[in-house]
């Protein structure tokens, strides 16, 4: 039977070293494939190469009159089209030439599943901020169509909805204009109406991602990705959950704790710092177990790159509560596998080396004076 797919494909450049090769796939024989590149740049020129491919109809550019941010430009996409499927990439992959086809085979196959999760690789990282991103698997959601049969949500870079089972969702913006964690909520609101269906993995439907300025440190990124994801718990309170606090929590109550009492006990200050130092030793430690565990060698300086991005990223989190005066927002966590009963206090060999670190350290300290 034959159907559609809308391709919605935000951006601000409009690249035409990616987007081409995109408009350019070859489409299915039974099915209608319109392209919506949505650019949140109201002073944008696209290149003439894209610009004559734009026909109003199986080819369209829409142009923002203003800055509107990541979901307001994915959601106006979702508005222009009407296709039966909608396909979401990012401007700045490099697809698979049977992409489509892949995903339409998909659809005529299982015509009834809530949504196909593609999958995304990133070339072999070459520099030390890549190295620890990859040890870390902050972008492991890329990789999740790889591991899993099915799953609660993609990456929007490559992943491909039903539109009658996206309904009235659309994403947040409540979220930073910049991105993080309105893709997690969007993916999550379809699956809820949708029985809690998960989204089947389509590691077939292959795309890749260049690594963020070539590789080059920049956690500012990932900072931004924990401001955004703050919300998640909040806004999405039947996947929320409480652990022990991290590092950048623990220092912030040690720190206001120790400046309220120094007025009373002196030495405070310096248990406090005593504090903060051995949590960054047993921080690193663990970081280190993590790469090992990863890549199976001792890398310290990796480790250490991945213990920065870790604080940088949690650090987001709290400061995202902070500004919204959340105190319940201490020690809160988000239940990214779908999970609505996650429990609380999960133990785990990080956490276990950690606790033994501190009662270590607390030993030698009140011995030593």
Same mark, same amino acid.
């Given at each position: ?6 391709? $919605? ?46 026909n ?36 700045? $992959?490099?697809v ?13 196959q299982?015509?009834?599943?809530? /949504? ?23 972008? /492991? ?19 491909? $909805? ?14 930073p ?37 070539? /590789? ?46 120094h ?11 005593y504090?903060v ?15 090992k ?22 650090? /987001?989190?709290?400061?995202?509560n ?40 607390? $030993? ?6």
């Open positions: 039977m034959p159907f559609s797919i809308d391709v $919605i494909i935000p951006s601000f450049r409009l690249n035409p070293e990616n987007i081409l090769p995109i408009l350019n796939l070859q489409r299915p024989a039974d099915a209608t494939v319109r392209f919506y590149l949505v650019a949140d740049n109201p002073q944008l020129k696209p290149d003439a190469t894209i610009a004559q491919l734009v109003g109809d199986t080819i369209n550019l829409l142009i923002n009159s203003h800055n509107i941010g990541a979901s307001a430009t994915r959601n106006r996409g979702i508005e222009a089209g009407n296709g039966d499927w909608i396909l979401f990439l990012d401007d700045d $992959i490099v698979d030439p049977q992409l489509l086809l892949t995903y339409a085979n998909a659809a005529e299982h015509p009834n599943e809530v /949504g196909f999760i593609g999958l995304v690789t990133m070339p072999p990282p070459a520099t030390p901020f890549a190295k620890a991103v990859d040890a870390n698997g902050s972008m /492991g959601i890329f990789s999740a169509a790889l591991h899993n049969e099915y799953y609660p949500w993609g990456a929007s870079a490559n992943i491909m $909805i039903r539109r009658s089972a996206l309904g009235n969702v659309r994403f947040s913006s409540t979220y204009k910049t991105g993080g964690g309105e893709e997690v909520e969007f993916f999550f609101k379809i699956r809820e109406q949708n029985s809690l269906s998960n989204y089947r993995c389509l590691p077939a439907a292959k795309a890749e991602h260049p690594w963020w300025k070539n /590789g080059e440190a920049d956690y500012t990124r990932f900072y931004r990705y924990g401001l955004g994801n703050s919300h998640l718990a909040q806004r999405n309170p039947a996947y929320r959950w409480y652990d022990f606090l991290n590092l950048p929590e623990s220092v912030l109550i040690v720190a206001v704790a120790a400046f309220a009492i007025f009373f006990w002196m030495p405070v200050a310096k248990y406090g710092l504090f130092l051995i949590a960054l030793l047993a921080e690193y430690v663990t970081n280190i177990m993590r790469v565990r990863k890549n199976k060698i001792i890398a310290p300086g990796v480790a250490f790159n991945v213990m920065r991005l870790r604080l940088v990223y949690e650090w /987001g989190i709290l400061r995202g902070i500004s919204r005066g959340r105190l319940a927002g201490f020690g809160e966590r988000f239940s990214y596998d779908g999970n609505t009963s996650p429990g609380s206090f999960r133990l785990n060999r990080y956490k276990i080396v950690k606790l033994a670190i501190f009662a270590i350290a607390a $030993i030698v300290v009140m011995l030593l004076g």
